[in-house]
Structure formats: C-alpha cells, structure tokens
C-alpha cells in the first residue's frame, strides 16, 4: 500500500493524527530530504526508516519502490512540505502505481494554496493554481498568460524571483490588486497587500525571504 502524505508547511504541529499514526506503522518512508524529514519524524516520536526520494533520483528509484509495494510491503511518501505531488516529487510513483493496479491513497493535510488564498482575502469561487513559474525558457510568455487571465491565480515564487515578478507584471497589470502571503503558519507570518504596483514598491524597499506565495486576484 502506497500513502501520500502531506506534512508540515510550516509550524511542526501542523499534521492530521492519522497521518502521524500512518507515518509511525508503514515499513518504509520516501522523503526529499532524510535531514529534513527526521526532524519532523523526532518532534513527533517517530523512527520509521527514511529513504531518498526527490527529483534528481525518483526515475533511478521507481522500479525498486514498485517492487517492495508488490511484495506487500507499506510505502509512505512524504516531501519537505506539503503534498507529495504538487510542485513536490510524487506524480511519476503514483501514476506508475496506478497503473500497475497497486493500492494507493492520499491523506488530506497541509499545502500553501489554501491558507494562501483565504488569508489574501481575494475570491475565492474560482480560482486558477499556477505552481512554480518556468525559471528561464517559457517564462515571459507564462507571464503574459497571467495577465490575460481573469481568475484568482495562485502563483508559487522563490523570493529572489520576485521583484522580476512584480516588475513584468506592473508592465501590464500594474492596477490589479495582489497579495503576497510569506511563510505561513510561522512566527513571521505576513501577507502583504496592494495594488501590482505598491506591493513592488513595498518589496524593492525592503526584500522579501522565506516561502512565498503569490495571489493575482480575480478582475
């Protein structure tokens, strides 16, 4: 049995009892980084086994992580923060799960877009995930999507990546509002909220850090 589980975001207490109690009875865990999951798996009693799994190695470890799921064995995967799966590590093992018949679920738990979206205090009705823009090639054109888009956009962004952000979009939705939500569920929680414009102005002054997320409300 496979189990996606989502984790923390931010403050460590931030996960369901189940996913706590699936966590601590599966034989193995997969996480992106075993450093920063053992953190976690400590605050809350945890030892169950931890193994590597991220971006850079998840083709060289699916067919080993689909064969213990076929002998039977309990599999939960787990990302820095999160659900496994967005903008995270995690479609590529369940996809081949499913497709191999193998039993698989996901726990309901934290991700930014929601707390994002209800603290930006934009509409919410219908709504547009963005994730994580191209960095380099396909960037300005999925900018200039973004502007063209009527919704409410969720955007992820790194903080060096945003004022170049804000800049392309003051060139052609300078007048509508957006709100930047930074490291939610922690002690230096804020969320920052303007016009395209005066959110540039108040992050050119005084540089953003931490996670962020970006909401580009609805016209």
């Known amino acids: 049995m496979l189990y996606v589980v989502p984790t923390p975001i931010g403050h460590l207490d931030d ?8 966590l601590s009875e599966v034989d193995l865990i997969l996480c ?4 920063t999951s053992r953190v976690l798996l400590n605050h ?12 850079f190695n998840e083709h060289q470890q699916l067919n080993n992580c689909l064969s213990l799921l076929k002998q039977g064995r309990s599999i939960a995967l787990i990302s820095d ?5 967005i903008s995270d590590p995690g479609f590529l093992l369940v996809r081949e799960a ?3 018949g193998i039993k698989y679920t996901c726990l309901p738990g934290a ?6 979206l209800v603290l930006s205090a934009f509409p919410s009705d219908c709504f547009r995930f963005i994730g994580f823009l191209p960095h380099k090639k396909g960037r300005q054109k999925a900018i200039e999507e973004l502007s063209q888009d009527p919704q409410t956009l969720v955007v992820y962004e790194s903080p060096h990546r945003l004022i170049k952000l804000l800049e392309a979009l003051s060139e052609t939705i300078p007048d509508r509002s957006i709100a930047v939500v930074r490291e939610i569920s922690k002690t230096f929680e804020s969320v920052v909220r303007g016009t395209v414009v005066e959110v ?20």
């Open 111 to 116: 991700t930014a877009i929601i707390p994002a």
């Open 98 to 100: 499913a497709r191999e």
């Open 44 to 55: 809350h009693g945890i030892g169950t086994a931890l193994k590597a799994f991220h971006m």
């Open 15 to 22: 996960i369901t009892l189940r996913a706590l109690r699936v």
């Open 32 to 35: 992106e980084d075993t450093r």
């Open 81 to 85: 923060a999160g659900t496994p799966g």
């Open 200 to 219: 540039k102005g108040h992050f050119s002054s005084m540089p953003p850090k931490g996670e962020l997320v970006v909401i580009i409300s609805s016209v």
